[in-house]
């Protein structure tokens, strides 16, 4: 589903992608550790067909590759071929080095399956859970609430007891939302009761572990209804970007701006308008993120997960050369990532980013230079502070910007389709998930699902960097 993130859960934006818009059908029967594999697998792939295609590149000599008779000078342009052309090679030689992983696996299986029953023991974990004997559970489970979105990063020595500590007490509380738990901190978003989120939030407070501070929390209109279920689990990173933390640590994150700070920035820039050369506005969230709602005259780039986030910079750093950078997302969590391999390419001048994100800057400036709707990855799609639309009509182009799931079975896109185009029958990402859907409706349901690509995910292909 597009909702990989409540107000932004910014660290889910994997699921989009991977639990139901993925490019094999078998693939969304595989656990989250086989994905992985696979994940890699595929990547490994790609770059060893895209290096058989390789000529030249001797010491001194410009490097090219030719493929389909075509010769091609640059990197994105044999990867974009790739990607378009040869698929179905590139989906075979994964599924081999896919099953030649599990081979190596299963060798390894007792060792393996014994560390993962040691992680699973059992946690008392019952003196961390607050007291709630004077509340009542009315109190808890009806009544006015709302959303609640954090993150912190600290060491965490057993991140699975931080794992089963935080999943006794949402359960406590009957709140939903998503918590990711791993060695580098917390990242979460969770709804519930106003009273249930306070007692939460005073408990998060408290552990000794993270000692965060109230203000870390973004708060919205909601409560548990905002979310289908509770899902904790432990990961290697609290937000997917694909890249190892020891390797590209939240430690060297850019310059936190209070959102008084960068709305001045924002402001200074838009004054000199076209004449400013030396700073960019970057968003660093997701295309459909940002098509409903972004800070004037920002650079918003067209990748479907924040995980694309790194070869977006890879392959565009003159953008980024000799200037300086102010960054922001939902709520600052992808920044603080972003930043640090932004700044690991020795490119910019500075680089900068805001504080708690744009939850933060619209608390201060709801009719700031923030315009439209902010994207938030549970079952609201959006939330807003100002009354612009800044985006349009799949189908017919008039002014429109509430998201709705694609019609179309197992699509998970998010379409902008307008009421008067939807009662017309246009309610899929594109025609072309249109027309599958009226197949699909008139197919035996015995036939196997269509595959999920459409015009939407054939326009951002995943472009891996070479291995």
Not at 213 to 236: H, I, N, P
Request: hydrophobic content about 30%.
């Amino acid at each position: 589903m597009a909702a990989d993130d409540a107000p932004g859960l910014e660290f889910m934006d994997w699921e989009l992608d991977t639990s139901t818009c993925n490019g094999l059908k078998q693939e969304k029967q595989l656990s989250a550790s086989q994905r992985r594999c696979y994940s890699l697998c595929r990547r490994k792939s790609f770059a060893a067909f895209v290096a058989s295609k390789r000529e030249g590149g001797q010491e001194g000599e410009s490097t090219s590759w030719c493929c389909c008779g075509r010769t091609f000078k640059e990197h994105p342009a044999i990867h974009k071929h790739v990607a378009w052309t040869h698929d179905a090679e590139i989906k075979q030689l994964t599924r081999a080095a896919y099953e030649h992983l599990l081979s190596q696996l299963d060798e390894e299986e007792p060792e393996t399956q014994q560390t993962t029953e040691r992680k699973a023991e059992p946690v008392d974990v019952s003196a961390w859970l607050p007291e709630t004997s004077h509340i009542s559970e009315e109190q808890l489970q009806n009544g006015p609430g709302k959303v609640l979105l954090y993150y912190h990063y600290c060491q965490v020595e057993d991140p699975h007891v931080i794992c089963a500590w935080q999943k006794a007490l949402c359960e406590k509380l009957h709140l939903t939302g998503k918590v990711r738990v791993a060695t580098e901190g917390i990242n979460g978003t969770v709804g519930g009761t106003n009273m249930a989120t306070d007692v939460y939030i005073n408990a998060m407070c408290s552990n000794p572990y993270f000692k965060m501070d109230k203000e870390d929390f973004k708060t919205s209109d909601g409560g548990a209804a905002c979310f289908k279920d509770l899902r904790v689990g432990v990961y290697k990173e609290i937000v997917p970007m694909g890249m190892d933390p020891d390797v590209v640590s939240y430690q060297l994150a850019g310059v936190h701006l209070e959102p008084e700070e960068f709305h001045k920035e924002v402001q200074a820039l838009l004054v000199k308008g076209d004449l400013c050369n030396d700073t960019v506005l970057l968003d660093c969230r997701n295309f459909y993120e940002s098509k409903i709602g972004q800070f004037t005259q920002c650079l918003a780039p067209s990748i479907r997960k924040f995980s694309y986030f790194p070869d977006y910079v890879d392959q565009n750093l003159e953008l980024f050369r000799d200037k300086k950078v102010l960054m922001y997302c939902t709520g600052g969590i992808r920044c603080e990532r972003g930043s640090a391999y932004l700044r690991s390419k020795d490119v910019c001048k500075g680089v900068y980013q805001l504080k708690g994100g744009i939850h933060k800057y619209l608390e201060r400036f709801p009719e700031g230079f923030y315009r439209g709707k902010l994207f938030v990855f549970d079952e609201r799609y959006a939330i807003s502070s100002n009354d612009d639309i800044i985006s349009d009509c799949r189908y017919c182009g008039c002014p429109w910007d509430q998201y709705k799931l694609c019609s179309t079975k197992l699509c998970c896109q998010l379409v902008l389709s307008c009421p008067g185009c939807r009662r017309d029958g246009c309610t899929a990402c594109c025609p072309t998930c249109q027309i599958k859907g009226h197949a699909q409706s008139k197919a035996s349901v015995t036939v196997p699902p269509h595959k999920e690509e459409c015009e939407c995910t054939e326009g951002r292909p995943r472009i891996p960097r070479d291995v």
